[in-house]
Each structure stands twice: as structure tokens, then as C-alpha cells.
């Protein structure tokens, strides 16, 4: 047996595992999902059975997908920008030299160690009228209270600033890694040169996060798609779906109302436009992606 057989067979070999991990838990499921939107949910004795585009056509005439998947883009429009360029701002912060870096990075990762249960519990508390900590220091300037997760007009926007709240820390994490390898020589010359620091951020230094920022937005676009926790806890999706997201409704469409084909259904338009988004954004970025 040649060297180049001998590496290529090493190769699949090593392969293999983390292969057999994707097809059994991602593209199995996948396929699987696809096949049962087609079909009727079985229930008892009663078998499911094909009917073509049934669940589809129930989806088009369901005004309660249609709310919450304008609420996930409202969701994801604040998110998903407000999320980068905070963690953004604050890599650039701590990675200067400035007293207590070491504390501020902690804090600002702090929230993203922290359990979703516990994250929810906490702004439930900073949440409750009258007595939570943001009708405290409203009743300080005479302000009234308010239902922030009672109210139609500021559920979803109090859901937002929780995620931001817990994603950026994250994000941060990225930047600051992706900003300890650029080259301290390109500051010098930028100073040399009498650059900005706004000039030498735009046409230097972001330039050349461009795959991070790339990496982060990918992220950012699937967690604006997958929240469910901080929703069962803080709201179940009232008042009236006021909050609730796509993959919130598809939890409740499978597991409360048992109706497994059409949770099928809506969980297939979920991936669909997951997909579209990520080509989006490759198509969108990659003429603008420094890879070294």
C-alpha cells in the first residue's frame, strides 16, 4: 500500500466519528423533519398519513405565525446589530492598557457564563412594577411604574434587552482575541503618519476584523432564531404572542398542542430562512473579508 492510499484511508478514519455525530444528529433530523411536514400528526391508534401541502397551506392562513416571525425580525434587527457593536466597544476598551482591564473583562463575560434560568430570574426581578429595580430608579424622577412584561408595547423590546445583555459579553470574547493579533506596529505607523484613531479603526483596524465580525454575525443571526428559555420563563410568549419567537412557537405547537407535523412544518420555514440569511451574509461579506 502507497503512502498517499495509506494517509487517505488515516484520514477518513479520523474522520469518521465526528461524520457519523453530524449525519445521526444533524442531517438525519434534518431530512427527517422535511418528510413530516408532509404528513399528518399520528395520534393513539390513528397512523400518520400523507397529505402533500396541507400543513403548508395551514401555515400561510396562521396569523399567529405571522406575528411572531414579525416579531423574530424585530428581534433580530435590534439584536443582532446592537450586540456586535456593543461587544465591539467594549473589546476595544479593554484591550487598552487601562487599570482594572482584568475586572472589567470578567464582568462583561460574567453574564454569559451565567445560566439562562438564572439570567431570566434576575431581569424578572430588575422587570417587577413597582418594586423592581427600574421602577426604583424611575420612582426617583417622579416617573410612574410600568409593566414592562405585561405591556404589548415593551414585552418584546424588554426580551431584546435581555439578549443583548447576555450575547454581548459573548461576542466580546471573539474581538478581544481577533484584536490581541493585530500587529502593535500598525498603531505606531498610523501615529507616524498622523492617522486618526477613528481613521486608522475604519481603514486599518476594522478592516481586518472582518472575519470575526464575519464569524459573529452568523452566530448572532442564529441566536436571534433559537430563543426559547428566557421566553418560557419571563413572558410564555404573551400578552397576546407579543413576544413570542419562532422557535418558542414551535415548542409550543409540538409539545403543548401535540401537533408534531405542523411544528414540523414551521421548524422546516425556520431552517429555510436560517440558510438564506447564511448565504446572505457570505455573499454580502466576502468581498470585504481580510483572511490575512
Not at 481577533?178 to 502593535?184: E, F, G, N
Amino acid at each position: 500500500m502507497d503512502t498517499a492510499r495509506r494517509q487517505w484511508i488515516y484520514a477518513w478514519l479520523m474522520l469518521s466519528p465526528a461524520m457519523a455525530f453530524l449525519i445521526l444528529f444533524t442531517h438525519y433530523p434534518a431530512v427527517q423533519t422535511i418528510l413530516n411536514s408532509f404528513y399528518s400528526t399520528p395520534r393513539g391508534r390513528r397512523e400518520a398519513v400523507w397529505i402533500g401541502l396541507d400543513n403548508y397551506q395551514t401555515l400561510m392562513l396562521d396569523d399567529v405565525f405571522w406575528k411572531v416571525l414579525a416579531n423574530n425580525f424585530w428581534y433580530a434587527v435590534w439584536t443582532i446589530p446592537l450586540s456586535i457593536i456593543l461587544s465591539l466597544a467594549m473589546a476595544l476598551w479593554v484591550n487598552d492598557k487601562i487599570r482594572g482591564r482584568g475586572f472589567l473583562r470578567m464582568a462583561y463575560f460574567t453574564p454569559t457564563v451565567l445560566p439562562l434560568i438564572a439570567v431570566a430570574n434576575i431581569w424578572l426581578f430588575f422587570y417587577t412594577p413597582g418594586f423592581g429595580l427600574i421602577d426604583q430608579i424611575r420612582g426617583l424622577f417622579g416617573l410612574p411604574e410600568q409593566n414592562w412584561m405585561g405591556s404589548p408595547d415593551t414585552a418584546l423590546y424588554a426580551m431584546i434587552a435581555v439578549a443583548i445583555w447576555k450575547e454581548a459579553g459573548f461576542f466580546m470574547i471573539f474581538y478581544l482575541a481577533a484584536l490581541q493579533t493585530v500587529s502593535p506596529s500598525l498603531k505606531e505607523a498610523a501615529d507616524i503618519e498622523g492617522a486618526s484613531r477613528w481613521y486608522y479603526f475604519r481603514r486599518v483596524l476594522f478592516p481586518l476584523l472582518m472575519p470575526t465580525t464575519l464569524f459573529v454575525s452568523i452566530n448572532a443571526v442564529i441566536n436571534s432564531f433559537r430563543l426559547v428559555d428566557h421566553i418560557f420563563v419571563m413572558t410564555e410568549g404573551g400578552p397576546n404572542n407579543a413576544s413570542s419567537l419562532l422557535l418558542f412557537y414551535i415548542y409550543e405547537v409540538a409539545f403543548d398542542y401535540w401537533d408534531t407535523a405542523y411544528a414540523a412544518t414551521l421548524t422546516v420555514v425556520m431552517i429555510a430562512i436560517l440558510i438564506l440569511l447564511a448565504i446572505g451574509q457570505f455573499f454580502l461579506f466576502d468581498r470585504k473579508v481580510h483572511y490575512k
